[in-house]
Nanobody, 124 residues
Framework: HVQLVESGGGSVQAGGSPRLSCAAS????????MAWFRQAPGKEREGVAR????????YYADSVKGRFTISRDTAKNTLYLQMNSLKPEDTAMYYC?????????????????WGQGTQVTVSS
């Protein structure tokens, strides 16, 4: 049974640098893909960052490139999203997602496992 549990969200001022964590259980990291998605009220869910856990290759949405960093700690079975220089438009529910298979698709439909989400609210 795969379980993903996010933490680290909350309210932060613009320019802040919180780090989100996603603790995974029942999920093998080798040659898989994990990702962070986000969804703001009234908007569609969008991909933020993805990491191919076998190669370590990372992919970012243009809106967060240079500000966010996705990483994972295989020993702790934990995925991270370091967010820097936050902007009010980064306000959203952030979800951790995982899929079996090494190809890191951009589309959320390819991810079969999801966490419950953690809210990030950025005030100006």
């Amino acid at each position: 049974h795969v379980q993903l549990v996010e933490s680290g969200g909350g309210s932060v001022q613009a320019g802040g640098s919180p780090r989100l964590s996603c603790a995974a259980s029942g999920y093998t990291y080798n040659r898989n893909c994990m990702a962070w998605f986000r969804q703001a009220p009234g908007k569609e869910r969008e991909g933020v960052a993805r990491i191919a856990t076998g190669s370590g290759n990372t992919y970012y949405a243009d809106s967060v490139k240079g500000r966010f960093t996705i990483s994972r700690d295989t020993a702790k079975n934990t995925l991270y999203l370091q967010m820097n220089s936050l902007k009010p438009e980064d306000t959203a529910m952030y979800y951790c997602a995982a899929r079996v298979g090494s190809y890191c698709y951009r589309d959320s439909g390819y991810f079969g496992y999801w966490g419950q989400g953690t809210q990030v609210t950025v005030s100006s």
